[in-house]
């Protein structure tokens, strides 16, 4: 049956000793809490949902070198305001069923070294999405030389955030059939702030055959800049915000 465990400390990924409930497996939550730094680097890891961080003391860390990484349902990375980061080279990452958050309320860093990066989902809801509902820190995704396929689910960045959301994309390839929305204000808060989502596309292939929304509502600030890449792109629209 599927199960809830927690690593606390650093070590690999598949030590026993170092999960409460055992390794996680397809189907079960795991969640790196604490200052703690897992490895994984050469497996194929496959889980249910990974939270990276589970209050704001922690500092948590998630590396891996090689493999596949694959998540049935949603990975956040930053999760209830904590500091947390998502480091992977050379791993084909695979999202299924709903999405991955980078930054929930504090600090969190999602980066990618070569590999893939694929996106099978479905909802307007679902995809890679940056400070979800986060009221301060830095969300930043970094991804270089690595192949983005989008077949479905946006990109969101700055989802009802007030914090500053950072896209960069360096070499690699995007292969796009899903919104791209800079300044997704989808929650209104009464304090005061702008969030800032910035998109940076260089030395790359990017193909986008839907929109680009710049900012999609609320008063979050959106740039878009794009250096040395074919862009074969959708329509560029401009809803909302400033």
Same mark, same amino acid.
Request: glycine residues 14%; charged residues 15%; proline residues 2%.
């Given at each position: ?10 070590? @690999? ?9 055992? =390794? ?13 730094? =897992? ?11 990974? *939270? ?10 998630? &590396? ?21 980061? %998502?480091?992977?080279e050379n791993v084909d990452v695979t999202l299924n069923a709903y999405r991955l958050v980078v930054g929930r309320g504090k600090n969190a860093r999602f980066a990618m070294q070569g590999g893939t990066l694929t996106q099978n ?20 995704? =970094? ?8 077949? +479905? +689910? @946006?990109?969101?960045?700055?989802? +009802?955030?007030? @914090?500053?959301?950072?896209?960069? =994309? ?24 702008? +969030?800032? *989502? ?15 929304? %710049? ?7 959106? &740039? ?19």
């Open positions: 049956a599927a199960k809830s465990t927690e690593f606390t400390g650093t070590g @690999a990924w598949n030590t026993t000793a170092r999960w409460n409930n055992g =390794v996680p497996v397809s189907g079960d939550t795991a969640t790196v809490s604490g200052t703690a730094t =897992v490895t994984a680097d050469g497996l194929d890891v496959i889980y249910n949902t990974l *939270n990276l961080g589970k209050s704001a003391s922690d500092n948590t860390v998630y &590396r891996q070198k090689g493999g596949t990484l694959t998540s049935e349902y949603l990975t956040e990375v930053g999760l209830s305001g904590s500091t947390a980061k %998502m480091e992977l989902l479905t909802a307007n809801n679902c995809g890679l999405l940056t400070g979800v509902w986060a009221k301060n820190g830095t969300a930043e995704i =970094v991804l270089s030389n690595v192949v983005w396929n989008i077949t +479905g +689910g @946006a990109v969101k960045l700055g989802y +009802g955030s007030i @914090a500053t959301n950072r896209l960069e =994309v360096v070499g690699g390839r995007i292969d796009s059939r899903a919104q791209f929305m800079l300044g997704s204000n989808a929650k209104n808060y009464q304090d005061p702030g702008i +969030g800032w *989502n910035e998109m940076t596309i260089r030395d790359s292939v990017w193909t986008n055959t839907m929109a680009i929304l %710049m900012p999609n509502g609320g008063n979050n600030a959106a &740039r878009l800049l794009v250096s040395n890449t074919v862009f074969n792109a959708g329509t560029i629209v401009r809803p909302g915000g400033q």
